[in-house]
């Protein structure tokens, strides 16, 4: 299957940053990109659908300004954390997928992001 | 909208039994419907999908599904457990590969 890049796979950082993870399509170009969050022994939880040359749409109860998404090429989207607080801390993972109805979405390998 | 429904977090197993795990979805729209696999601290991995072919779905490490429109279901199953098959299962559905994922059930195998 093809392959999604997902980059730092661990971080801490200290509360007040930003912190930017990386979502790459290695071998086919994704027009949409996903983000979900997952807490602690939960399920996956959608934050925001990335699309490529447009502004990313944002769940219900998902700050807009908090978790800045960017997709400036069809190989990458990227998530920004900004200013950091503990309860940010959680697993990240996004996912791609080619264009076209209903194909498969593949998954890159998560970040875990500690705020300390 | 579309949502999915996984019973009982946590699913205890003997090494060598059947695995079973139900999953119910609903859906305004003809379902795609996904099992997905997650190791802890890894990403998710595909493990079957029904995408209105055949009903019975076989997928990778011996893992089957069988979509039932009537009964809105969707259950995973293997004839018989390995060690390594611990791990966290979800069901997703979707149209155009914005997944709902269900709550996950975590398999414990038993020696």
């Known amino acids: 299957g093809a392959v999604v890049s997902q980059h730092p796979s661990r971080v801490i950082c200290k509360s007040g940053t930003s912190v930017k993870i990386e979502c790459r399509s290695l071998d086919f170009q994704a027009t949409t990109m996903f983000w979900y969050r997952q807490f602690p022994k939960k399920s996956l939880m959608l934050m925001a659908t990335?699309?490529?040359?447009?502004?990313?749409?944002?769940e219900q109860g998902v700050e807009k300004d908090k978790f800045l998404i960017n997709h400036a090429s069809l190989t990458l989207s990227t998530l920004t954390v900004t200013s950091a607080h503990p309860e940010d801390s959680s697993f990240y993972i996004c996912?791609?997928?080619?264009?076209?109805?209903?194909?498969?979405?593949?998954f890159g390998q998560g970040t875990r992001l500690t705020v300390v | 909208a579309q949502s999915v429904t996984q019973l009982g977090s946590h699913v205890s197993v003997s090494e060598g039994a059947l695995v079973l795990l139900r999953c119910n979805y609903s859906s305004s729209v003809p379902p795609y419907l996904f099992w997905y696999v997650q190791y802890p601290n890894q990403g998710l991995q595909l493990l079957l999908k029904y995408t209105s072919a055949a009903t019975l779905v076989k997928g990778i490490n011996g893992f089957e599904a069988e979509f039932k429109k009537s009964e809105t279901s969707f259950h995973l199953t293997k004839p018989s457990a390995h060690m390594s098959d611990a791990a966290e299962y979800f069901c997703?559905?979707?149209?155009?590969?914005?997944?709902?994922f269900g709550k996950g059930n975590q398999v414990v195998v038993i020696p």
């Open positions: 997703a559905v979707t149209p155009y590969n914005r997944l709902a």
């Open positions: 996912s791609a997928s080619a264009p076209g109805g209903n194909t498969e979405a593949f």
């Open positions: 990335s699309n490529e040359g447009s502004k990313a749409t944002y």
